[in-house]
């Protein structure tokens, strides 16, 4: 028999939640557990801290133009052509030019993501080479 899910119950935790509104909401429930838990209340606001740090550490990284490509959509030949036209800060130096993620441009429909092959995950070796010989050839 599997067991429930305590996550998919509990009615408090919005399924559109998103990393950057959980600071504010872990420092809410530290204030709500202070008059109870002290020590509880202090893991949470330090947790919060952590992830806001974190998520500006992302926010602010130097990107070259190919990790920028790989993370836009763009191509770097593009990014290029935005540097050099001014549409886009250069973070970096004249001839090594650093795009800041939080300044990338994101293209609505072409982002290069992969995705995983979830049903070869924990799969035998027959069954991963049944696949390759199976799978449809890209060209």
């Known amino acids: 028999m599997k067991a429930p899910s305590l996550v998919a119950k509990c009615p408090e935790r919005p399924a559109d939640l998103a990393p950057r509104d959980l600071p504010a909401r872990w420092r809410s429930q530290a204030e709500g557990l202070r008059p109870f838990a002290e020590s509880a209340a202090r893991a949470f606001e330090q947790a919060a801290d952590e992830?806001?740090?974190?998520?500006?550490?992302?926010?602010?990284?130097?990107?070259?133009?190919?990790q920028a490509a790989d993370a836009s959509g763009y191509s770097a030949d593009y990014l290029g052509r935005m540097?050099?036209?001014?549409?886009?800060?250069n973070a970096g130096r004249p001839h090594?030019?650093?795009i800041r993620r939080a300044d990338l441009p994101r293209r609505a429909n072409g982002l290069r993501t992969r995705v995983p092959r979830s049903h070869l995950i924990g799969a035998t070796p027959g069954e991963i080479a049944r696949?390759?010989?199976?799978?449809?050839?890209?060209s």
């Open 51 to 66: 992830l806001e740090h974190a998520l500006h550490a992302e926010t602010d990284a130097l990107l070259t133009l190919e």
């Open 83 to 89: 540097l050099r036209s001014g549409r886009l800060r």
């Open 131 to 138: 696949a390759v010989v199976t799978s449809k050839a890209r």
């Open 96 to 98: 090594a030019p650093r």
